[in-house]
C-alpha cells in the first residue's frame, strides 16, 4: 500500500496498519481491522484514521500503536517497558525500514539508546500473527520489564464484551462472558506455565454476538510459560488488547548484542458469532500449529484412574488384555511404573523401570501389548524431581532455587531448570533411550506444580530469563524427541488442562483436558476448551462410576458419548466392569472409531444448551457426514427443546439416517430433529448419537 501503510489480508479480513508519524516519535498504527476491504478501499481507511482529542493531560494515540511502549506522552498500558542504562526509561523510537519479505514483514524502528524493535506480521488462514524481535544495539546492558507479542485495537463500538475461560484444577477453561469494564482487565499466569487458572485467549464483540451471528474479534497467545494479556477499556470508550510472555514481577537483561524474539500473538476476526470464531481457530490450529492434524488419533487406555500407583507387570498386562479387548488401540501405562515410585513422595527423577514391579524391564509389558494388536505409551514428568531420588541426591543444583531460601516442594517435588542445557541433554538422553529400548509410541509427558523460589543462581543478572529459558527448553527437548522419532505422538498434560495453548499444541499431538472424568463435570470444561482448541487435540477418557473425583453416578453410554466428542480413551478399572458394561463399551468403541473423523477433524458447531446444565448439543460436519451428540442430564423433558436445529449443512442436499429416514437439510437446520434424548422424560443423564450421510445434491 505504499512506504508507510501495509495490509494483512486474509480471505474474509483485513488488518491494515502504518506509520501516523516518521521521525523522532514514530508511532505505528493499526489503522483498520474488519472485513476485507477491495484493494482499492484499503488506503481510504488511512485517510480516515480515527482523530482523538489531545490535551495537556492526555494523549490518547497510543490506544492505536501496534506496540505502546513507555516513553514520551502515554499512559496506557504499556507494551514495551524498557529501563535503559542510568535509570532512563523512555523508549523513543524512529521508524527505520519495512522489511517485506512473501508473507511477511517487518517494521523495524531503532533508539538512538541501542535498541532495534521489530515489528512482524504474518498471514496464517485467518490469523494474524505477529511478534516483536529485541536487538541490544548498544553499548549498555538494557532491562526489560515488559516485552508483548503486540496490542490490538478493537474497532470502534456501542459496547464491548469479552468471553474468556478461567478456572482451576479439576475445572479447567470454564467459560465467561461479561460486559469489558471500563478500566485494565488482566488475566495473567504467574505459575511458570500457561495455568489452569486462566487460558491466553480473549474474545470480544460488541454484545450483540450469539453462537451463530456477530462480529467477533480475537487475541490468543501462542506461549506455555507465564503469560500475561490486558485488556484496557478506556474511559474515551477506546478498547485495546496487548499480549505477552511473562507476569509482573521478573526484568529480563539484554546484554549488548543479544537478542530477544516473544512468541506470536495471534489475532482474529470474524463474523458468524462464537461458532465461527471457534471453528476458524481449529481451522488455524489444524493447517498452522498441529504437528499431525490429519492423523487419526487412536483410542487410547490409561491405566491412571485403574491403579493409582500400585503399578506392576502382571496388572497391567491384566488390563491390556481387557482394553485391546474392547478394540483400545494405544495402551499408556502412567505414573508408578519407575524408579523408586510407589506414591508421590519419591522416585520423579530415576526413569528405569522399577525392579520389584517389573523386574524384566518394561519389554514383556510391550510386547504383549503389541502382540495384542496395540501400540505402547508411557508417562513421563521429565521436568520434575522428587528430593527423595538419586537425581536429586546427585544435582541438587539442577531446580529452581535462590542460595539461602526454603526450597518448597509442591506434591512434594521441584522443578528442573530446563533453562540449563545439562538439565536438557539429560532429560533427551533418556526419554530418546526409552523410545528406542521399548519402541515407544507415545508419551504422555506431564508438568505436576507451579514454579517457586524460580532462581538461576549461575545466571547471575539473566536470571529472570528462566521464566522464558524453561518454557524454550521443553520446547527444544520436545522438538529434538519428534526429530529423531518422528513416529513418537505426545500428549501434554500438566495436572490436566494446565498447559494448553498453541505454543504446547505445535509440539504436541493432543491435551489431556482435566484430572477431573466426571462426564457432567467434563461437558462445561470441554465446551470452553472448544472456543480456541480443536476436537483432535482434546483428550477424554471413560472412567467409573461412581467417579472417583466427584463420586457422581453416571450412566456408560452418557461416560461414553461426552468423551466421544473428543480423542476417545478409557480410563476406568477394567476388572471391575460387568460383562454387560463390556459389551456395552465394546459397542460404543466400535460405534466411535466409525466416526471418528468427522469428529476428529469435523467442523464444530456447539448446537444447543448448556452443556452439563441443561439438554444440550453438539454438531462435527466432514466431508458426507454429520454427527450430533446430543446429552440431556436431567429427566425432566416436559419443556423445549425437544429438536434441535442443525447448523453449516447444504439446505437443498438430502441427509439420510442410520435408519433410512431422509430429510432436506434445509428442514433440519430450520425445523430441526427431534431427539428422544431431549423429548421423552426418562432417568437422569441420557444421551445419544446421531449421524446423518448426505446422499445428494
Ligand atoms: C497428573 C495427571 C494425571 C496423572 C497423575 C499421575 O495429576 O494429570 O492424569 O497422570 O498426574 O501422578
Partial sequence: MGDSAWAAVTQSSAFVFGLEAAGEDSRVMQWYWGPRLPDEALAEVVRQAPRRIHSGFHDPRDVDELLP?????????????????????????????????????????RDPLGLRVGLHVRVASEVVERW???????????????????????????????TGVAGAWA??????????????????????????????????????????????????????????LTAQRRPEGDVAVTAGFGHDGPTWHLAPGESLLTPPVLGLRTCGGYGAASRAWHDYARHHVLPTPFEERPVLYNSWEATWF?????????????????????????????????????GLGDWWPNPDRFPRGLSKLFDTV?????????????????????????????????????????????????????VREWAIGWLSGLVSEYGLDYFKWDMNRSFTQAGWPDAGERADLLWIEHTRGVYAVLDTLRERHPGLRIESC???????????????????????TDARDRQAIQEGYSYLYPACAMSAWVTDSPNPHTRREVPLAYRFHVAMAGVLGI????????????????????????????????????????????????????????????????ALAK????????????????YESAEGERWHGQTLMSHGLELPTWFITGPDYRSEMVVLRRVSG
Avoid: C
Fill in 132 to 162: 516483536v524481535s529485541l536487538t541490544n544495539e548498544g553499548e549498555h546492558a538494557v532491562r526489560l520489564g515488559r516485552v508483548d507479542s503486540g496490542s490490538w485495537v478493537i474497532p470502534e463500538r456501542a459496547g464491548y464484551r469479552y
Fill in 639 to 654: 419443556r423445549p427443546p425437544r429438536r434441535v436445529r442443525l447448523a453449516g449443512l447444504d439446505p437443498s442436499a438430502l
Fill in 370 to 422: 503389541r502382540e495384542l494388536g496395540m501400540r505402547a505409551g508411557l508417562w513421563v514428568e521429565p521436568e520434575m524431581v522428587n528430593p527423595d531420588s538419586d537425581l536429586y541426591r546427585e544435582h541438587p543444583d539442577w531446580v529452581l532455587h535462590y542460595p539461602g531460601r526454603r526450597r518448597d516442594t509442591l506434591r512434594h517435588q521441584l522443578v528442573l531448570n530446563y533453562g540449563r542445557a545439562d
Fill in 171 to 228: 475445572q479447567e477453561t470454564q467459560l465467561h462472558r461479561a460486559e469489558l469494564a471500563v478500566g485494565e482487565t488482566t488475566f495473567t499466569s504467574r505459575t511458570g506455565t500457561t495455568s489452569h487458572r486462566a487460558n491466553p485467549w480473549i474474545m470480544i464483540d460488541a454484545g450483540d454476538a450469539t453462537e451463530e451471528l456477530g462480529e467477533v474479534w480475537s487475541v490468543a497467545l501462542a506461549w506455555s510459560g507465564s503469560w500475561r
Fill in 494 to 516: 500438566s495436572g490436566g488442562g494446565g498447559r494448553v495453548d498453541f505454543g504446547i499444541l505445535r509440539r504436541t499431538d493432543e491435551v489431556w483436558t482435566s484430572d477431573n
Fill in 571 to 634: 480410563g476406568g478399572d477394567l476388572t471391575r466392569w460387568s460383562a454387560e458394561e463390556l459389551e456395552q463399551a465394546r459397542s460404543l468403541v466400535a460405534a466411535y472409531k466409525a466416526v471418528r473423523p468427522v469428529i476428529q477433524h469435523g467442523r464444530l458447531h456447539r448446537l444447543a444448551g448448556d452443556p452439563g446444565v441443561t439438554a444440550s448439543a453438539v454438531q462435527y460436519s466432514h466431508e458426507d457426514r454429520v454427527v450430533v451428540l446430543a446429552y440431556n442430564p436431567f
Fill in 310 to 346: 500400585d503399578v506392576h507387570e502382571e496388572g497391567q498386562i491384566e488390563l491390556a488384555r481387557r482394553a485391546a479387548d474392547l478394540g483400545v488401540e494405544l495402551f499408556v501405562v502412567d505414573d508408578g511404573w519407575f524408579g523408586g515410585r510407589v506414591d508421590d513422595r519419591r
Fill in 69 to 109: 511502549v513507555e516513553g514520551g506522552a502515554r499512559w496506557g498500558v504499556p507494551s514495551l517497558q524498557v529501563t535503559y542504562e542510568g535509570g532512563v526509561r523512555s523508549v523513543e523510537l524512529t521508524f527505520a525500514e519495512a522489511v517485506v519479505a512473501d508473507s511477511e514483514i517487518e517494521l523495524v524502528l
